[in-house]
């Protein structure tokens, strides 16, 4: 699919059919996430497949009781930073920012492969680190960062996208030209997430 494309169809999926993913489907989305930039080429990711139905609800139940919808989700992914690998490099500030950041430019990646592939997905970021560490067995230095729900499902409840100068501003912040001809429009009614 034309890369334009990939990122306007793709959108957060939280209704799942019961069909399954098939294992090559799912490791190139995982390479996808692999393929992300990261801080000093550290590659401090560490995904956790959680495909099994009886592990998949343990995992669901220790995430907030609005995201039980993730229970249909015929595989899940917790992305984790090793920290250690992290912090070495940068200290604190790679342990708390880059950390963060480098898994996030994975999970990105990997919602953008899925849509590519025709695979539903959704990025969650609400759970109880503790809880997740522990459905997973993540020793503690390697710290969740996102859940994500992978299937094949349907958009439920799309949400319209505010135009880009709604977000954009010259120079310093509040800044925004006059000239709305400057930035392209984005179409409204395309949904947001």
Do not use: H
Not at 59 to 65: F, K, Q, R, Y
Not at 115 to 138: M, P, Q, R, T
């Amino acid at each position: 699919m034309e890369f334009g494309k990939v990122l306007r169809v793709r959108k957060s999926v939280r209704k799942f059919s019961s069909k399954g993913i098939s294992w090559k489907v799912l490791a190139r989305i995982l390479e996808a996430g692999t393929l992300a930039p990261s801080s000093g080429n550290v590659q401090n990711w560490v995904f956790v497949v959680v495909a099994d139905s009886e592990r998949r609800k343990r995992l669901v139940n220790s995430l907030p009781s609005e995201q039980g919808w993730a229970a249909d989700a015929p595989a899940l992914i917790v992305v984790a930073s090793d920290n250690e690998q992290v912090k070495k490099l940068y200290g604190e500030r790679g342990e708390k920012v880059y950390a963060i950041q480098n898994c996030a430019a994975a999970v990105e990646n990997m919602l953008l492969c899925a849509a590519d592939l025709g695979v539903g997905s959704c990025w969650i970021g609400y759970f109880d680190e503790k809880k997740v560490a522990f459905e997973v067995d993540l020793p503690e230095f390697v710290r969740p960062q996102a859940v994500i729900a992978l299937g094949y499902g349907e958009l439920v409840d799309e949400k319209g996208r505010e135009p880009l100068q709604s977000f954009v501003f010259f120079e310093r912040y509040g800044n925004k030209r006059r000239d709305v001809g400057v930035l392209p429009l984005v179409k409204r009614g395309v949904g947001r997430r």
